[in-house]
C-alpha cells in the first residue's frame, strides 16, 4: 500500500518544462530560517578562536606547565610547542571524523537531527574543557567538542543549501562564514577582556561560553524543518511538500510547489538510474565510481570537494587566528599582541558581507580566481618587509596592515565560496557523503597545520617567523591554478540545474552554460517507456 501511495503521488507531480520555474518564490521566512541555521559558524570560530588567546594567558601558562612567573625567565615562561601543537590539533582531528560520520547520520536520521546531536556533543566536550587543570584532560575535551563540531561543520552546510533559495544560496551560504568570523572574533575579544584574570576564570569564562552557542543553535534548529530533499530520498513526498510549503510560503498542493517537488524528485530519480545501488559499503563506494576524465562523474565531484576544502585551509588563514597572538609576541616590537589579534578578527568580521553580495553578483569563480591572487600579493609583501626590516615599528605596522588586506581578500572570497561550492556540487545521492567528505578534508589539513605550524615559526624550533608568509604567498599561488582550472560557476541554478550543468559544460564555459530542459520533463518523457515496477523505488 505505502508503495502504491508513493507511486501515485509520484504520478500526481506536475512536471515543468520551463527552467525559469523550477523553484517556487521564496519569503522572508525562508531567508531567516536560513540566517539562523548559519549561526553554527558561531560556536565553531569561537571553538577556533578562543584558544588562540588562551595558550598566551599568563595564568594559563602558570596552571598547565605549573611554571611560578617570578622565578621563570619571560623567556622561559611559554607554553610547550608540542603541547600547543596538540592542544589547537586535537579539535580538528575529532572534527575530522566527525565529519566523516555526520555524513551518515544526515541520511539516516536527517539533517537537522545530526545538527542537533552535534551541539550535544559539543556541550559534553566544552564542560570537561572548562573542568580541565591539566593537559590531558583539556586535549579529551577539545577532541570531544571536536566531533560535535564535525557534526554541525559538515551538515549545517547540507541543510542551508538544501533548503536556501538558488537565487541567494551563495549569499546565505556565506552567512555560515560570517558567522565563524563572528565567533572569532568573540572568542579574541573575550580572551582580551579575561587575559589578565589571576585565577581560572581567565581561560574558563572563554571555555565555558561556548555553551551558550550551542544551546541557541541546536534549541532552535528543533523549531526549523527537516529539509524537503532528505524527504525526497526517504521516498516521503507528502512530508516534502510540506516542508517546501512551509519554507516557500505557498499552499502544499499549489502548482509551484508541484512543480519544484517534481523536478527534486525527476532528479534524484534520474541519479537513482546513473548511481548503482547496493548495500551500506556500496554507498560509500559510489562516491568514488566514475571517470577521472569526466567532470561529472562522482569521483571527480569528491577530488573538486575535497581538494577544494584542502586549499581554502592552504591558504594560511589560520595560521593568523589560531597562533597570531603568540607570532605577534615573537615581532617583540609589539606592545599589545592580545589587542592586534582581536584586530585580525574584526577586519575579518567586517569584511565578510562583501561576500553576500559578491558572491551572487560576480560569482563563485571570478571570486575564487581573484582572491587567491590578491593573497598571494599580501603574503609575499609580509614575508619580505619581514626579512628585510622585521625588527623596525614601522615595517611591522607595514607587515600587520597588509596581514589585514590579505584576510579582508580571504573573507571576501575563499572564506566563503568553498563552503558554497561544496555544498552545490554533489548530486542528492551522495550529497551528504560528499558534503561530509570534503568537510573532513578542511579539517584534516586544519589539523596538520595546526600541528606543523608551531614547529615551523617557534623561536626554539623552526624559527621561520615572518618567512612563513613565504610557504603561505606560494600555496595561494596555487590555489589561483586551481581555480582557474577545475571551479566551475553555479551561480544563479538550482541544485539539480547544477547536477546538468556539470555533465554538459566545462570550468571555463560555465559560467555562460543555460539550462535546455527540466530534470521532470525528462524523466516524464521516459516514464512513459517504463513500467510502474520500473520507478516506484522513489516511493
Known amino acids: 500500500m505505502a508503495e502504491e501511495k508513493g507511486h501515485e503521488r509520484k504520478q500526481s507531480l506536475q512536471a515543468p518544462t520551463d527552467t525559469t520555474r523550477v523553484e517556487a518564490p521564496v519569503t522572508v521566512k525562508a531567508y531567516l530560517m536560513c540566517a539562523f541555521a548559519a549561526f553554527g559558524g558561531i560556536f565553531f570560530g569561537f571553538d577556533s578562536g578562543y584558544i588562540n588567546g588562551v595558550m598566551a594567558m599568563p595564568y594559563f601558562i602558570q596552571e598547565f606547565e605549573h611554571l611560578d612567573p617570578d622565578t621563570t625567565p619571560k623567556d622561559k615562561f611559554v607554553f610547550a610547542s608540542w603541547k600547543k601543537s596538540l592542544v589547537t590539533s586535537i579539535l580538528s582531528a575529532g572534527t575530522f571524523f566527525g565529519s566523516l560520520i555526520a555524513g551518515d547520520l544526515a541520511d539516516y536520521f536527517g539533517r537537522r537531527t545530526t545538527i542537533v546531536a552535534g551541539c550535544v556533543v559539543f556541550i559534553g566536550g566544552v564542560v570537561l574543557q572548562t573542568a580541565s587543570t591539566e593537559v590531558g584532560m583539556l586535549v579529551a575535551g577539545r577532541l570531544i567538542a571536536g566531533f560535535g563540531v564535525g557534526f554541525v561543520s559538515a551538515i549545517i552546510i547540507l541543510y542551508m543549501s538544501e533548503i536556501a533559495p538558488r537565487k541567494v544560496r551563495g549569499a546565505i551560504v556565506s552567512g555560515y562564514q560570517f558567522c565563524i568570523t563572528i565567533g572569532l572574533m568573540l572568542a579574541s575579544c573575550v580572551d582580551y577582556a579575561t587575559q589578565d584574570r589571576d585565577d581560572s576564570g581567565s581561560y574558563r569564562i572563554p571555555i565555558a561560553l561556548q555553551m551558550l552557542w550551542a544551546l541557541i543553535l ?14 525526497v530520498k526517504k521516498g516521503e513526498l507528502d512530508k516534502a511538500a510540506h516542508v517546501l510549503s512551509r519554507v516557500r510560503g505557498q499552499p502544499k498542493d499549489s502548482e509551484l510547489i508541484q512543480q519544484e517537488l517534481a523536478e527534486i524528485v525527476a532528479n534524484h530519480e534520474y541519479e537513482m538510474q546513473v548511481i548503482p545501488q547496493g548495500g551500506y559499503f556500496d554507498s560509500w563506494l559510489n562516491c568514488f565510481r566514475g571517470s577521472l576524465f569526466k567532470a561529472n562523474s562522482n569521483v571527480r565531484r569528491v577530488i573538486l570537494g575535497t581538494s577544494l576544502q584542502m586549499m581554502q585551509q592552504w591558504t594560511g588563514v589560520n595560521f593568523v587566528f589560531y597562533f597570531g597572538t603568540t607570532f605577534f609576541q615573537q615581532l617583540g616590537t609589539i606592545d599589545d599582541p592580545f589587542l592586534i589579534s582581536m584586530i585580525t578578527t574584526i577586519v575579518n568580521v567586517l569584511s ?7 558572491m551572487e553578483k560576480i560569482g563563485r569563480r571570478p571570486l575564487l580566481i581573484w582572491g587567491a591572487l590578491g593573497m598571494v600579493i599580501c603574503q609575499f609583501i609580509v614575508a619580505i618587509v619581514g626579512v628585510t626590516d622585521g625588527q623596525d615599528k614601522k615595517a611591522v605596522s607595514a607587515m600587520i596592515s597588509f596581514i589585514c588586506i590579505y584576510i579582508f581578500f580571504f573573507a571576501t ?10 555544498g552545490e556540487i554533489y ?9 561530509a567528505l570534503s568537510t573532513a578534508s578542511n579539517w584534516l589539513w586544519n589539523c596538520v597545520i595546526a600541528i606543523i605550524t608551531p614547529y615551523m615559526v617557534d623561536g626554539d624550533k623552526g624559527n621561520l617567523g615572518a618567512r612563513v608568509f613565504f610557504i603561505w604567498g606560494s600555496l ?3 590555489c589561483f591554478f586551481y581555480a582557474y582550472f577545475l571551479v566551475f560557476e553555479t551561480k544563479g541554478l538550482t541544485l539539480e540545474q547544477v547536477d546538468k550543468m556539470m ?10 552554460w543555460k539550462p535546455s530542459t527540466t530534470f521532470a520533463a525528462q524523466m516524464g518523457l521516459a516514464d512513459a517507456k517504463e513500467s510502474a515496477e520500473e520507478v516506484e523505488h522513489v516511493a
Do not use: H, N, Q
Open 218 to 231: 541546536g534549541g532552535g534548529l528543533l523549531l526549523l524543518p527537516e529539509s524537503p530533499r532528505y524527504f
Open 352 to 358: 565578510t558581507p562583501f561576500s553576500f553580495y559578491a
Open 413 to 422: 572570497t575563499w572564506g566563503p565560496g568553498a563552503w558554497v561550492v561544496v
Open 427 to 435: 548530486p542528492l545521492p551522495i550529497r551528504a557523503r560528499g558534503v
Open 476 to 478: 595561494c599561488a596555487l
Open 503 to 512: 555533465e554538459e559544460s566545462t570550468p571555463a564555459k560555465s559560467s555562460k
